[in-house]
C-alpha cells in the first residue's frame, strides 16, 4: 500500500482528503504543519507528499525545499487554494500545483500520476 504524507492546517481539508484518499487505496500519513512535516516524514517514508503552503511556521514551499534537499525524487504535489503561488520561483520544484476545490479529482488524478 502507497502511503501519502498529507500535510495542512485545515482540519476539514485534512479529513477530506483522508478519506477519499482511504477509499482510493492509499494509505495516508497527516500532519496539521511543515515542523511537523519534517519529522514525520523522516519516520514515515512516505510515497507522496501532499503540502498546502500557507500554513503557521514553516511555509509549504519552504517545507518542499527541505524535503526536496533530502530526497530530491520524492513527488510532492503543491496542494493551495490560491492559484497566485503557482509564479513563485520556490513552487517550481514541486511536481504538480492543485488548487484546493471540494472536487478532489485533479488531486487524485495528480497522485495517481505519480505513484499509481
Do not use: C
Amino acid at each position: 500500500m502507497k502511503t501519502i504524507l498529507l500535510v495542512d492546517d485545515d482540519e476539514s481539508i485534512q479529513l477530506l482528503y483522508r478519506e477519499e484518499f482511504k477509499e482510493a487505496g492509499y494509505k495516508v500519513v497527516s500532519v496539521y504543519n511543515g515542523s511537523e512535516a519534517l519529522d514525520i516524514f523522516k519516520e514515515v517514508s512516505p510515497d507522496l507528499v501532499i503540502l498546502d503552503i500557507q500554513m503557521p511556521g514553516l511555509n509549504g514551499i519552504e517545507v518542499l525545499r527541505q524535503i526536496k534537499m533530502v530526497d530530491s525524487s520524492m513527488p510532492v504535489i503543491l496542494n493551495s487554494a490560491y492559484q497566485e503561488f503557482k509564479q513563485d520561483l520556490g513552487a517550481w520544484a514541486s511536481d504538480e500545483y492543485v488548487v484546493k476545490s471540494s472536487d478532489i479529482g485533479e488531486l487524485m488524478a495528480a497522485v495517481q500520476k505519480h505513484i499509481g
